[in-house]
């Protein structure tokens, strides 16, 4: 018997070219801030520019002139730290990406866009001394067009901000650059943004066949948001997820010391419950190996390990593997608990969850990646 293989996606049947062999990825400068990081915290805020299927923004970080004091010392989460907030907005006011810190989104970039590589690992656009410089992609585009959005409309555009830390922050909160001001010189911030696409295809290609016009991850709507500041204890730590609702995709646990900074558990075992059902009972260092195997999508030179106090679980296929589970299925009535051994006496847990919202069938190629 011949062995099954599997068609080349087309969205629109009959034929026609898919999207995005008809289309293709574009992107062009959007906007450029400068400041001086200071005592006090700066936002910004762009309308993003019409055109196609919005895929995100990448951000280019740079600085200079800043200078670092022997008494003062970059914070753990440093350099993402210095982005306080970052959010994008829909057409109607509402969050699509939730306001949430630097070094949580560049957890949500590593470990949700794994091929897109660490940003901390890239070896020529990345510095973190007291004059940061790396490049982040802030994407609603998840996979293979899951999640993009139309943005074609100029009289409705969706907005991207964000908020820049103080150079200097109390370190039980750890969201500055630097914990001490002595001696310190601030740096001069420069952040270019580009807007990332996917074009408006043509009606039809060189040879006359019909292009599809829709690509089709716009059946599902992605969103990246995070709940934190719940209390940890050293003994057994219960937190109910409150992130319910749709197809979880990955789900992020940073825990952190009564001092801000992240710390790893002391105990085992990690355990999580959906319902009636246990979903999984296992050791930290199995964690620690699934992250490493899993979520590096590196090259030999680059890849990373788990981050301290980091635990990432994946409801995805593994790009390069296409092993894994697929997207956990909740309603507004699921009840999703964690159970953690061993945290840090006066800590916190933040978890940071990236979900999908279908608008209607999801075409079966797309299911799970």
Same mark, same amino acid.
């Given at each position: #018997?011949?062995?099954?293989?599997q068609?080349?996606?087309?969205?629109?049947?009959?034929?026609?070219?898919? =999207?995005? !062999?008809?289309?293709?990825?574009?992107?062009?400068? #959007?906007?450029?801030d400068?400041?001086?990081?200071g005592?006090?915290?700066?936002?910004?805020?762009?309308?993003?520019?019409?055109g196609?299927?919005?895929?995100?923004?990448?951000?280019?970080?740079?600085?200079?002139?800043?200078?670092?004091g022997?008494?003062?010392?970059?914070?753990?989460?440093?350099?993402?730290?210095?982005?306080?907030?970052m959010? &994008? @907005?829909?057409?109607?006011? $509402?969050?699509?990406?939730?306001?949430m810190?630097?070094?949580?989104?560049?957890?949500v970039?590593?470990?949700a866009?794994?091929?897109? #590589?660490?940003?901390?690992?890239e070896?020529?656009? =990345?510095?973190?001394?007291?004059?940061p410089?790396f490049?982040?992609?802030?994407f @609603? !585009?998840?996979?293979? $067009?899951?999640?993009?959005l139309?943005?074609?409309? %100029?009289r409705?555009?969706?907005? =991207?901000? /964000?908020?820049?830390?103080?150079?200097?922050?109390?370190a039980?909160?750890?969201?500055?650059?630097?914990?001490?001001?002595?001696?310190?010189?601030?740096?001069?911030?420069?952040?270019?943004?580009?807007?990332? $696409?996917? *074009?408006?295809?043509?009606?039809?290609?060189?040879?006359?066949n019909?292009i599809?016009?829709?690509?089709?991850?716009?059946?599902?709507?992605?969103?990246? %948001?995070?709940?934190?500041?719940?209390?940890?204890?050293?003994?057994?730590?219960?937190i109910? !997820?409150?992130?319910?609702?749709? &197809?979880?995709?990955?789900?992020?646990?940073a825990?952190?010391?009564?001092?801000?900074?992240?710390?790893?558990?002391?105990?085992?075992?990690?355990?999580?419950?959906?319902?009636?059902?246990? &979903?999984l009972?296992?050791?930290?260092?199995?964690?620690?190996?699934?992250?490493?195997r899993?979520?590096?999508?590196?090259?030999?030179?680059?890849?990373?390990?788990?981050?301290?106090?980091? /635990?990432?679980?994946?409801?995805?296929?593994?790009?390069?593997? #296409?092993?894994?589970d697929?997207?956990?299925?909740?309603?507004?009535?699921? /009840?999703l608990? =964690?159970?953690?051994?061993?945290?840090?006496? %006066?800590?916190?847990?933040?978890?940071?969850?990236?979900?999908? *919202?279908?608008?209607?069938?999801?075409?079966?190629?797309?299911?799970?990646?």
């Amino acid at each position: #018997m011949p062995v099954a293989t599997q068609s080349k996606p087309q969205a629109g049947g009959g034929g026609a070219v898919p =999207f995005l !062999e008809g289309s293709w990825s574009y992107r062009e400068f #959007m906007a450029q801030d400068t400041h001086t990081l200071g005592t006090t915290s700066a936002t910004f805020s762009h309308q993003i520019t019409p055109g196609g299927f919005l895929r995100g923004v990448s951000l280019f970080i740079s600085s200079a002139t800043g200078v670092l004091g022997t008494s003062a010392a970059l914070v753990t989460d440093a350099p993402f730290s210095i982005f306080g907030s970052m959010s &994008l @907005v829909s057409i109607d006011g $509402t969050d699509i990406l939730y306001p949430m810190n630097g070094y949580s989104y560049y957890l949500v970039s590593r470990f949700a866009r794994p091929w897109d #590589m660490d940003p901390a690992k890239e070896a020529s656009g =990345f510095s973190n001394t007291i004059n940061p410089k790396f490049r982040l992609r802030f994407f @609603v !585009e998840g996979r293979i $067009t899951i999640g993009v959005l139309p943005n074609t409309d %100029s009289r409705a555009q969706y907005r =991207f901000q /964000y908020t820049l830390n103080p150079l200097t922050a109390a370190a039980t909160t750890q969201n500055g650059l630097v914990t001490k001001s002595t001696g310190v010189t601030a740096p001069k911030v420069t952040i270019t943004i580009f807007l990332e $696409t996917y *074009a408006q295809p043509p009606q039809v290609d060189y040879a006359g066949n019909a292009i599809v016009q829709i690509p089709d991850g716009l059946t599902l709507q992605r969103f990246c %948001s995070h709940q934190s500041g719940t209390p940890t204890n050293t003994g057994t730590n219960t937190i109910k !997820e409150n992130r319910v609702g749709n &197809l979880i995709r990955l789900l992020l646990l940073a825990v952190r010391g009564s001092n801000g900074k992240r710390v790893n558990l002391t105990s085992n075992p990690i355990r999580w419950r959906l319902d009636n059902t246990q &979903l999984l009972t296992e050791y930290r260092t199995v964690r620690t190996y699934e992250t490493d195997r899993f979520g590096s999508q590196q090259s030999a030179t680059q890849t990373g390990t788990r981050p301290t106090g980091v /635990y990432p679980y994946f409801r995805f296929h593994n790009p390069g593997q #296409m092993d894994g589970d697929y997207w956990l299925a909740t309603t507004e009535a699921s /009840y999703l608990q =964690f159970e953690l051994n061993g945290g840090p006496a %006066s800590g916190t847990l933040e978890t940071i969850t990236e979900d999908l *919202a279908p608008a209607g069938p999801i075409p079966a190629y797309l299911r799970g990646l």
